[in-house]
């Protein structure tokens, strides 16, 4: 059983990579700020991470973001990757308050979701980006601060529309533990 979930999981980090980075490649939304885009593949992201956990969601913002600004830019921005791993890994986290595989998605699951996603975006988008953006690449701050404020603000939103659909939809396709009936 362990062996298949790694399995499972090694599968999903994979095809969640490559989606994530077909995603902020192809369906992303120029925000106005330099080097900023609303980016659709947070919501897929989440998805991911509430689906398969922490580790899945660290990984495909890891290495999906480290891809995507290599391909895109030709160079790593290595203090954004760092975030999108960050965001993966804590909305991750929330995925046994929301427990998706019940079939169910009900108010209750969507306020957890979208309560673990704001977190996570907050402090990775609106702290830790800025920070480290300072830290290792000496950008100026007031520059750093709204490029975050931007790229947070538009995940959370994109995240709570597009993610929280998305969830819903997964949800459908689970089978509720209650659903089955024995015969007598």
């Given amino acids: 059983?362990?062996?298949k979930l790694a399995t499972k999981t090694i599968v999903a980090i994979g095809i969640g990579t490559a989606v994530f980075v077909i995603l902020n490649r192809f369906a992303a939304i120029p925000?106005?700020?330099?080097?900023?885009?609303?980016?659709?593949?947070?919501?897929?992201?989440a998805l991911m991470a509430i689906v398969f956990g922490p580790l899945?969601?660290?990984?495909?913002?890891?290495?999906?973001?480290?891809?995507?600004?290599?391909?895109?830019?030709?160079?790593?921005?290595?203090?954004?990757?760092?975030?999108?791993?960050?965001?993966?890994?804590?909305?991750?986290?929330?995925?046994?308050?929301?427990?998706?595989?019940?079939?169910?998605?009900?108010?209750?699951?969507?306020?957890?979701?979208?309560?673990?996603?704001?977190?996570?975006?907050?402090v990775g988008w609106f702290?830790?980006?800025?920070?480290?953006?300072?830290?290792?690449?000496?950008e100026p701050a007031n520059k750093v601060f709204v490029q975050g404020l931007i790229a947070g603000t538009s995940n959370i939103v994109t995240v709570g529309v597009i993610g929280t659909i998305l969830l819903l939809a997964y949800a459908k396709t689970r089978s509720k533990?209650?659903?089955l009936d024995i015969e007598a």
């Fill in 1 to 3: 059983m362990n062996a």
């Fill in 31 to 45: 925000s106005g700020i330099p080097n900023t885009n609303i980016q659709t593949s947070y919501a897929f992201l």
């Fill in 56 to 122: 899945a969601g660290l990984l495909i913002g890891l290495i999906g973001h480290a891809l995507t600004d290599f391909v895109v830019w030709g160079s790593v921005w290595w203090s954004w990757v760092v975030v999108s791993a960050f965001v993966g890994l804590v909305i991750g986290l929330f995925s046994k308050s929301v427990n998706i595989e019940e079939g169910e998605f009900g108010r209750k699951q969507i306020i957890s979701f979208n309560i673990g996603q704001v977190v996570a975006q907050g």
């Fill in 177 to 179: 533990s209650n659903s």
């Fill in 127 to 138: 702290l830790l980006a800025p920070i480290l953006d300072i830290l290792i690449y000496a």
